[in-house]
């Protein structure tokens, strides 16, 4: 497993953006793939955004072109940029790297969208 440790959470006005940080333990960065999943208070955790090791990205329908999903393998990290923030944006994000599935998570960084 990797040890993964996410940045860059806090409060935002509606319409802003932040950019959440995921750092990877692993020196076997380049051959995991990474995510991004958020739960909401009395909602189940869904998936945000992915990328595979060869940098091709997805996402969730109601993501699309406000959030962008990126990595440095440079520096064992992926990105998660979140713009035009909306109050349906609070949540806890949560970063999850893996080869084949997802099995390692990080603790979590909050991110709340309010005025």
């Known amino acids: 497993q990797v040890q993964l440790v996410e940045s860059g959470g806090g409060l935002v006005q509606p319409g802003g953006s932040l950019r959440l940080s995921c750092a990877a333990s692993?020196?076997?960065?380049?051959?995991?793939?990474m995510g991004w999943y958020r739960q909401a208070p009395g909602k189940e955790r869904e998936l945000v955004a992915t990328?595979?090791?060869?940098?091709?990205?997805d996402y969730a329908d109601s993501m699309k072109g406000r959030f962008t999903i990126s990595r440095d393998n440079a520096r064992n990290t992926a990105y998660l940029q979140m713009n035009s923030l909306e109050p349906e944006d609070t949540a806890v994000y949560y970063c999850?790297?893996?080869?084949?599935?997802?099995?390692?998570w990080g603790q979590g960084t909050q991110v709340t969208v309010s005025s």
């Open positions: 999850a790297a893996g080869v084949y599935q997802y099995d390692s």
């Open positions: 692993r020196t076997a960065f380049t051959i995991l793939m």
């Open positions: 990328i595979a090791n060869s940098g091709m990205a």
